[in-house]
């Protein structure tokens, strides 16, 4: 499955309602005392952290949210009624940034940020009574609500990512062990967006594969880059066609460290992919020599079906144990 991963929203808060200028009811012609209520407050914009990943992608035809006003005062007293909050629901790890700089970050389920206050309610006569002025015919209208643009980035809360240079097999290997039905194809960036496969309810990323300056911002490097900080484990996935595996490694971890020093610490996995390309001497000469940086690396091909067995038992003990 393929997602969205970014979008931007355009939110307006409510303006407050209305203080008004009211009296007392009496009997006759006297009038009684100031009884004007205060104005509603405008309803605020919430974001909610949610489970569906996918979510982003209801957005893309409708990026307009905006809360209710807030209701004007009423005669005796009466408060105006506030306005509906409008809650926007966004998947778990979305990273969420306002024109004004200000950052926000949804890291649990049902969690609720307030990102845009409403407008303050105006007062009404009432609120202006004192000993000197026992009449008060003042009031104030209610505030105006506010306007941003809410720039969201998901960063994948995944168990395993995958990495590897484009065209290393990641795609086909997330098919075989998975219900994912991501594209593949024999030319660079195969993949462009995040796909996602469940594999005994933990979550694989497939997502774009990284090339020299990626960490730069260069090609879909940033797309890529971004996601990886929160998995549990990487899996480097290696194609066979490469002479030195291990020259391919020390590149991936050049460009993962460059962006982030921390992902030095994450645990990872070696795959030497596409491995029916290649004898059976190569890819065990291959093999050793990855496994000489990656003790926990393993010959994959998707026409294998020991080697799939191999890889996805590792997987399960692997995941099992590091919950």
Known sequence: ??????????????????????????????????????????????????????????????????????????????HGRNGNDEIIDLPIGSVVTTDEGEVFELLNPDEEIVVLKGGRGGYGNEHFKSSKNVTPTESTEGKEGKSTHLKVELRLIADIGLVGLPNAGKSSF??????????????????????????YGYVIADIPGIIEGASEGKGLGHKFLRHISRVRALMLCISVEHDEPISVYRDLLSELSAYDEALADIPKIGLLTKTDLSTDDDVKAKLEQLKTVLPDSFAFSIHNEEMIQKVTGFLSQFLSENK
């Open 1 to 78: 499955m393929s997602l969205v991963d970014e979008i931007t929203l355009e939110v307006h808060s409510g303006k407050g309602g209305d203080g008004v200028v009211r009296w007392m009811n009496t009997q006759g012609k006297i009038k009684g005392g100031p009884a004007g209520g205060d104005g509603g407050r405008g309803g605020d914009i919430l974001i909610r952290g949610v489970r569906d990943i996918t979510i982003l992608s209801k957005y893309r035809g409708n990026t307009l949210f905006k809360s209710g006003d807030g209701g004007d005062g009423g005669k005796n007293s009466l």
């Open 174 to 199: 997330l098919n075989a062990i998975t219900n994912a039905k991501a594209k593949i194809g024999n030319y660079a960036f195969t993949t462009l967006d995040p796909n996602l496969g469940a594999f």
